[in-house]
T-cell receptor, first 112, second 113 residues
Framework: EAGVAQSPRYKIIEKRQSVAFWCNPISGHATLYWYQQILGQGPKLLIQFQNNGVVDDSQLPKDRFSAERLKGVDSTLKIQPAKLEDSAVYLC??????????FGPGTRLTVL | DQQVKQNSPSLSVQEGRISILNCDYTNSMFDYFLWYKKYPAEGPTFLISISSIKDKNEDGRFTVFLNKSAKHLSLHIVPSQPGDSAVYFCAARRNSGNTPLVFGKGTRLSVIA
């Protein structure tokens, strides 16, 4: 069974630029999560989708972050404009609904 | 407000000995707990979980203990192996469907040969 796919793996941008990350969850997993992991911290939820609907985006900085999952399968997370404090690993995870999240390898973002 | 706390940033253990990683939580609504293991440049991988209706769950070398009254759980690895060297995250959620996980900051385990 293929795991959660993410791209790109690494991205370096300058502050005020925009960036987008892509995630393809495990086939059949209705729930998709985006987490942000800052160095030295645990993953923190940004947004949760159930199929193509948003379940929880309470911790998403909506002035600069947006996410979509148009067909209920893959998802994109965008940051526009990026700030220095957005430097982190962005993790995508999916689940069947039992609560165990299956994580992708993450995208490491560096904002200069 | 850190709802899940891992107060030891790092732990070193001799190969073959027991590793004990600790986790405390503050939210009494949490009733499902998980441990994840993370190697550098990889995403976290699920290790073991426990529901609040249990106080122990075992899977091979890994055992998780839950003390609900103390809001404390621990992960025991016996015997520890060099390949166990990684960052271990404790996570918790409310067992009401697909609520998201809340993670601790992680503990870096080093198993010395």
């Amino acid at each position: 069974e293929a795991g959660v796919a993410q791209s790109p793996r690494y991205k370096i941008i300058e502050k005020r630029q925009s960036v987008a990350f892509w995630c393809n969850p495990i086939s059949g997993h209705a729930t998709l999560y985006w987490y942000q992991q800052i160095l030295g911290q645990g993953p923190k939820l940004l947004i949760q989708f159930q199929n193509n609907g948003v379940v929880d985006d309470s911790q998403l900085p909506k002035d600069r972050f947006s996410a979509e999952r148009l067909k209920g399968v893959d998802s994109t997370l965008k940051i526009q404009p990026a700030k220095l404090e957005d430097s982190a690993v962005y993790l995508c995870a999916s689940s069947l609904g039992t609560g165990e999240n299956f994580f992708g390898p993450g995208t490491r973002l560096t904002v200069l | 407000d850190q709802q899940v706390k891992q107060n030891s940033p790092s732990l070193s253990v001799q190969e073959g000995r027991i590793s004990i990683l600790n986790c405390d939580y503050t939210n009494s609504m949490f009733d499902y707990f998980l441990w994840y293991k993370k190697y550098p440049a990889e995403g976290p991988t699920f290790l073991i979980s426990i529901s609040s209706i249990k106080d122990k769950n075992e899977d091979g070398r890994f055992t998780v203990f839950l003390n609900k009254s103390a809001k404390h759980l621990s992960l025991h690895i016996v015997p520890s192996q060099p390949g166990d060297s990684a960052v271990y995250f404790c996570a918790a959620r409310r067992n009401s469907g697909n609520t998201p996980l809340v993670f601790g900051k992680g503990t870096r385990l080093s198993v010395i040969a």
